[in-house]
């Protein structure tokens, strides 16, 4: 079965900082990857998907994330944080079958302080 | 289009009631998912469906039951609600071609 982990159920920095938000899963064959943000209250909101194009993948608000194969990451990063990025994201892998269906990692809390 | 709709948005129930939850999707998408979201773990699969009268089980399915009649529809039916189920169900559908998910807005239950 796969598995997603994510480091770090909480992550604090400043606006402007960087941000990083760690995702490593286990798999056999390279997934299809994908990272979700919920805002408080809400439901699941795609940022950005991986499916065996390029490796660096560039989503919405400024996010980005690059698959690195011999690593089984998928770090999210953002240059520099804004107020407005403050959320829960969950690092998703589905490989493709029947039900295409997709496995969550815990989900880290990204907090950003003025 | 209004995507992924969810009834009821907040739900209270008392241990062994029944309930069911809606789910509606105007996309015309073939699958349909459903989810419960508890601290510190993620999202965890209860049960989808793969096309209109077809259901089949997920990671956490036991106390669910689930019913697709027609293809915009997916239900979630809990026979005799325990405190366990106290959770946030949400619901997610996709075009079968595709691994992107498209989510409700999230039912929030509490079983006393």
């Known amino acids: 079965a796969q598995s997603v982990t994510q480091l770090g159920s909480h992550v604090s920095v400043s606006e402007g900082a960087l941000v990083l938000l760690r995702c490593n899963y286990s798999s056999s064959v390279p997934p299809y990857l994908f990272w979700y943000v919920q805002y408080p209250n809400q439901g699941l909101q795609l940022l950005l998907k991986?499916?065996?194009?390029?490796?660096l993948v560039k989503g919405i608000n400024g996010f980005e994330a690059e698959f690195k194969k011999s690593e089984t990451s998928f770090h999210l990063t953002k240059p520099s944080a804004h107020m407005s990025d403050a959320a829960e994201y969950f690092c998703?892998?589905?490989?493709?079958?029947?039900?295409?269906?997709?496995?969550f990692g815990g989900g880290t809390r990204l907090m950003v302080k003025p | 289009n209004a995507g992924v709709t969810q009834t009821p948005k907040f739900r209270v129930l008392k241990t062994g009631q029944s309930m069911t939850l809606l789910c509606a999707q105007d996309?015309?998408?073939?699958?349909m998912y459903w989810y419960r979201q508890d601290p510190g773990m993620g999202l965890r699969l209860i049960h989808y469906?793969?096309?209109?009268?077809?259901?089949a089980k997920g990671e956490v399915p036991d106390g669910y039951n689930v019913s697709r009649l027609k293809k915009q529809n997916f239900l979630l039916g809990l026979e005799s609600a325990a405190p366990s189920q106290t959770s946030v169900y949400f619901c997610a559908s996709s075009y079968y071609e595709s691994n992107e998910q498209f989510f409700g807005p999230g039912t929030r239950l509490t079983v006393l």
């Open positions: 469906s793969v096309g209109e009268g077809t259901t």
């Open positions: 991986y499916t065996s194009a390029a490796t």
């Open positions: 996309m015309n998408h073939e699958y």
């Open positions: 998703a892998v589905s490989e493709k079958n029947a039900g295409n269906m997709l496995t």
